[in-house]
Antibody, heavy 124, light 108 residues
Framework: QVQLQQSGPGLVKPSQTLSLTCAIF??????????WNWLRQSPSRGLEWLGR?????????DYAISVKSRINVNPDTSKNQFSLHLNSVTPEDTAIYYC??????????????WGQGTLVTVSS | SYVLTQPPSVSEAPGKTARITCGGS??????VHWYQQKPGQAPVLVIY???DRPSGIPERFSGSNSGNTATLTISRVEAGDEADYYC???????????FGGGTKLSVL
């Protein structure tokens, strides 16, 4: 049973960088079958995928077009965790942020473990 | 981009069968995954690859997918099934996941 534990601040000022960390228990960030994702949820945007990192002999990243210019998702193999950095935030980035384990066994992809969620408010 | 359409709400009496739909262009040609989200909690995967149930999910939860509509069926609905339900597919053109807007299931 994979467990994900999120940490990070709940309040970020406009124009600054939102940073969250997701610690992995019961799996490895270097898994060759899983991918490690960040998503967010807000009343205006619903559930929105932001990006992922995964290892397949080397590290890969994918990002949503909507945040591609502002986002980084990084693995930390020494701590078995991964992080989200979203810069130049605005009040529109206010949301509940989730980390999630992604899995696939074919042409599709789903999220079978989720962190507890972190409400991040962007406000001065 | 690919759009998934869900009804905002569905209501059903305890013991009856609830059906939650997810519409999308030729969604029958894609694999659909379903999540349950209770207030204040993270989503939980309840159906993947149209019909498969993760361990620990009751057999009362089942799924189907054909044509332009995928359906999550909850048999013998219980008060504990009250939640928001989201469908999700992988959009191969953009190489990104896409979620439906969610359906609130109310147990009368």
């Amino acid at each position: 049973q994979v467990q994900l534990q999120q940490s990070g601040p709940g309040l970020v000022k406009p124009s600054q960088t939102l940073s969250l960390t997701c610690a992995i228990f019961g799996d490895s960030v270097s898994s060759k079958s899983a991918a490690w994702n960040w998503l967010r949820q807000s009343p205006s945007r619903g559930l929105e995928w932001l990006g992922r990192t995964y290892y397949r002999s080397k590290w890969y990243n994918d990002y949503a077009i909507s945040v591609k210019s502002r986002i980084n998702v990084n693995p930390d193999t020494s701590k078995n965790q991964f992080s989200l950095h979203l810069n130049s935030v605005t009040p529109e980035d206010t949301a509940i942020y989730y980390c999630a384990r992604g899995d696939s066994s074919g042409s599709s992809y789903y999220f079978n473990s989720w962190g507890q969620g972190t409400l991040v408010t962007v406000s001065s | 981009s690919y759009v998934l359409t869900q009804p905002p709400s569905v209501s059903e009496a305890p013991g009856k069968t609830a059906r939650i739909t997810c519409g999308g262009s030729n969604i029958g040609g894609k694999s659909v995954h379903w999540y349950q989200q209770k207030p204040g909690q993270a989503p939980v995967l309840v159906i993947y690859y149209d019909t498969d149930r993760p361990s620990g999910i009751p057999e009362r939860f089942s799924g189907s997918n054909s044509g332009n509509t995928a359906t999550l069926t909850i048999s013998r609905v219980e008060a504990g099934d009250e939640a928001d339900y989201y469908c999700q597919v992988w959009h191969s053109s953009s190489d990104h996941p896409v979620f439906g807007g969610g359906t609130k299931l109310s147990v009368l």
